[in-house]
């Protein structure tokens, strides 16, 4: 089982990634250019909003715990392309994604709440990357059977 310390580290660590996620996505949402620019720039900034909001309620725990939370960003990935700012985001999430389970691991060492809450953090961080894992071509699926698709589609 872990400890109480234990536990308030991991989720330091989680909101670490949310703090670089709050910089990151502003950044791009300002840097972003092309044709699809105004889309991407809302994608961005709707991601850096969601990230203050995680920053913040993780922060909000922290504190309640008697702890205080971090105001160190974990590692900001820049990018000055479409693409670089998508595999950018896809690594972000994926990171933030592995610090909530790992919180998620150790909070048998506080009330059962705060392990509701990471369930929906991490719930939450699974959409994103599913998403992004989309947006940047990583999803295949050259197995998949799409027999009588468009013929059955009506």
Known sequence: MATKEEFIDR????????????IQYMQHS???????????????SDGS????????DAG??????GAVPTVEPA????ATDVEG???????LEEDALAAWEDALEASD?????Y?????????EEQEHVDELRKMTNKVSFSDADVSGGAENAG
């Open 49 to 56: 909003e969601e990230a203050r909001d995680h920053a913040e």
């Open 30 to 44: 300002v840097m972003v250019t092309g044709p699809l620019r105004e889309s991407l720039a809302d994608f961005f």
């Open 115 to 123: 392990g509701f809450w990471i369930e929906e953090q991490i719930a």
């Open 75 to 78: 590692k900001i990935r820049q």
């Open 11 to 22: 989720l330091n660590d989680a909101l670490s990634w949310e703090l670089a996620g709050i």
């Open 85 to 91: 700012m998508l595999e950018a985001a896809l690594a």
């Open 109 to 113: 060492a506080v009330a059962p709440g």
């Open 60 to 65: 909000k725990r922290i504190a309640a715990l």
